[in-house]
């Protein structure tokens, strides 16, 4: 969930079934059944979708709200993918989308969103978490407007129509970009490169993460990383340093030099900027061993040599799916995410400095989350304080930041992002230390 979670939102969360056009999220499977042999769980009863009149293309008009601008690896993912929907369902950028950028998490949002109303935009996209209250202000407000916050997680809850929510399944590329950071790690030990300075007292590899809020999306998010990273080197551990911003270059560059000098040798990230990627380069280049994991965007152009790779969000398969809706005349599902099998999430390029074999083992996990043999939260891979976790719920219904509703697990399967699309796996699992969460 992007951006800063707001007390009233959290208190209020629950989750009833999903409603919509075409794919949708899906459901956990019922205690009496067994999950296909998907990447997903099993489907739950489909349900006829609400339909709108055809809208012809030249009548659309969007608009969208940015946090930031094309300088954030984040909002450019975003803004790519919608010029890229646009393209693909022929609507015209610049006579039927109006830009924002730059809005804050503040009344700031409201007031574009109204202003965005007023000049004839009947569907309106924001693209950080801490927009949602106003976004559902405005759409309260504007019963014929359809308003969608992505990365939310109160549209379900909040009974309104025209109010929608969407993520991807970002904690499958975070896996996979952790198996290449894995595959490194591996060549770096069989070159000798991993001294007694980048191990724990127990001999584990420590590799580090910088972190931007510790919300159940960067969790989510690292957790990911971790295990892929543990499925090509079982002995490593992860310490997680904290930003407390979204984007904060400088910030960035110092918690990874800062989880470097405690000897970290692979740095993974869940921040807007090139901060980190930058840091190691840099470090590398002045004989410290280092390797890093980005995210949004290819870090290759800041990073050449340290940039392994990095976890990215297709943006443009939601963008082009809501679009297509409007135009049909179908309603936008209230909540949607999809991963690898859509084509929703991936990583980048390869770098230069990736360990031999690693497309190959790339291709080979990929594959394997599409057709459902792997599964990125298997509980059988994982501990928390040293127990294996059987049952993990996914809501919070009382506001006291404690989930107490809607069971993730289902037959050894934490399930993400099914129950709704934001993120809600918040699990503190063995072998990841979180450095500065208070």
């Known amino acids: 969930m992007k951006k800063l979670v707001m007390f009233l939102v959290v208190l209020a969360l629950i989750v009833v079934p999903f409603a919509g056009c075409g794919p949708q999220a899906q459901q956990p499977p019922a205690e009496t059944e067994k999950p ?48 890229e929907a646009a393209k693909a369902t022929g609507i015209d950028e610049a006579t039927q989308i109006i830009w924002k950028y730059n809005i804050p998490e503040d009344e700031t949002c409201y007031d574009t969103a109204i202003d ?37 997680d109160t549209a379900k809850l909040s009974g309104l129509p025209n109010f929608k929510n969407a993520f991807n399944f970002t904690f499958e590329s975070r896996y996979v970009s952790g198996v290449v950071a894995g595959m490194k790690l591996a060549e770096l030990i069989e070159q000798g490169k991993v001294t007694d300075k980048n191990k724990d007292e127990k001999g584990n590899i420590k590799v580090g993460y910088v972190g931007a809020y510790p919300y159940a999306e960067v969790v ?50 869940h921040a807007d900027s090139t901060g980190a990627p930058s840091a190691c380069e840099a470090m590398l280049e002045s ?21 392994l790779t990095s976890a990215q969000n297709d943006w443009s398969v939601y963008y082009t799916f809501a679009l297509n809706c409007i135009i049909n005349g179908e309603e936008i599902p209230t909540d949607w995410a999809k991963g690898y099998s859509e084509g929703a999430v991936k990583i980048s390029a390869l770098g230069e400095s990736c360990a031999p074999g690693t497309a190959e083992k790339v291709a080979e996990v990929e594959e394997a989350l599409k057709n459902g043999t792997l599964h990125v939260f298997d509980t059988s891979k994982f501990t928390v304080n040293g127990e294996k976790v059987t049952s993990a719920m ?19 399967i934490f399930y993400e992002s099914t129950i709704r699309s934001a993120p809600y796996f918040s699990l503190r699992i063995d072998g990841i230390r979180e450095l500065n969460a208070g």
């Not at 290819?298 to 940039?307: G, H, I, R, T």
């Open 36 to 83: 296909a042999n998907t990447a997903q769980p099993a489907e739950t009863a489909a349900q006829e979708p609400d339909t709108e009149e055809p809208v012809s293309k030249e009548d659309v008009k969007i608009g969208v709200i940015l946090i930031h601008d094309e300088n954030s690896g984040y909002d450019a993912a975003h803004i790519t993918g919608i010029r």
């Open 116 to 152: 965005l109303v007023e000049q004839g935009c009947k569907y309106i996209f924001s693209d950080s978490f801490g927009h949602q209250s106003y976004m559902q202000q405005a759409a309260e407000e504007n019963p014929d407007v359809t308003f969608v916050a992505m990365t939310g």
């Open 220 to 269: 989510s998010g690292y957790t990911g990383f971790y295990l892929g990273i543990k499925s090509i080197v079982p002995n490593v551990v992860m310490d997680v340093q904290y930003t407390n911003s979204w984007y904060d270059p400088t910030m960035e560059a110092e918690a990874a030099k800062a989880l470097v000098s405690s000897g970290c040798i692979i740095i993974g990230q």
């Open 287 to 307: 004989g410290t061993t280092v390797y890093c994991v980005g995210y949004n965007i290819d870090m290759l152009k800041v990073a050449p040599k340290a940039a």
């Open 394 to 412: 996914a809501i919070d219904t009382d506001g006291d930041f404690v989930p107490d509703s809607e069971e993730a697990i289902k037959d050894g």
